[in-house]
């Protein structure tokens, strides 16, 4: 795996914060930071495939009604007393 550098501005606070959390995992503040982009790309990368699988099965399918619908609109607005 090829690495880059990169240059961040956090506030300190937040980096003195993220260093324990480093120390406590056994790792150095770099090695956790990379860990928690590579998991957010991750996710993301999941969301953005099932989104793409479940809009194609919307646009193919027909959800189960064959085309027919078994009710009418004033059946799903119907007032019983």
Known sequence: ???QNVTLSLP???VRRAK???IER???LSGFLAKLLEEATRREESYRGAKKRHLH????????T???L???R???HERRP
């Not at 099965?57 to 189960?64: A, K, N, T, V």
């Open 70 to 72: 078994s009710w009418r």
């Open 12 to 14: 300190k606070e937040t």
């Open 1 to 3: 795996m090829e690495y």
């Open 26 to 28: 056994g790792t150095s």
């Open 57 to 64: 099965m919307l646009r193919e399918s027909d959800l189960g």
């Open 20 to 22: 324990h959390i480093a």
């Open 74 to 76: 004033g059946d799903l």
């Open 66 to 68: 064959q085309g027919r």
